[in-house]
């Protein structure tokens, strides 16, 4: 079940806070856009649902800290940075702006290009 998104000024409402608990993981739908969002240590990021090297929900995949592994294939992104940390994927993810407000998590729904040299430190 998607979550319902509530227009708050150029943010999006897409989950209360605590649906989304540390360690934790949802996805939501904007205007054909599938976003997802992740609770690392209470720090919430949004990056595309899907992985750059195949049609594949990131998550879905594993978390370790920043860090969400693609179920399909294993590539590796950073969910604060959308960078690709590992093959097959060579094409960072998108990211959203996060903020919460009043115990609702709010996503800026224009994606920003994902940052980082794919495989550089």
């Known amino acids: 079940m998607t979550p319902e998104i509530t227009r708050m000024a150029d943010f999006v409402r897409v989950a209360a806070a605590a649906d989304v608990p540390p360690g934790a993981a949802t996805v939501v739908e904007h205007e054909g856009r599938r976003i997802a969002v992740f609770n690392v240590d209470g720090t919430y990021y949004a990056i595309d649902d899907t992985c750059t090297h195949e049609e594949a ?11 969400v592994t693609c179920p399909k294939h294993g590539s590796r992104f950073n969910v604060r940075t959308g960078r690709v940390l590992s093959l097959p994927a060579v094409v ?3 990211t959203y702006p996060v903020k919460v407000d009043d115990g609702q998590i ?3 729904p224009e994606p920003q290009r994902g940052r980082g040299m794919p495989h550089k430190v």
């Open 92 to 94: 960072p993810v998108n």
């Open 106 to 108: 709010l996503v800026l």
């Open 57 to 67: 929900s990131l998550s879905a995949g594993a978390r370790n800290g920043e860090i």
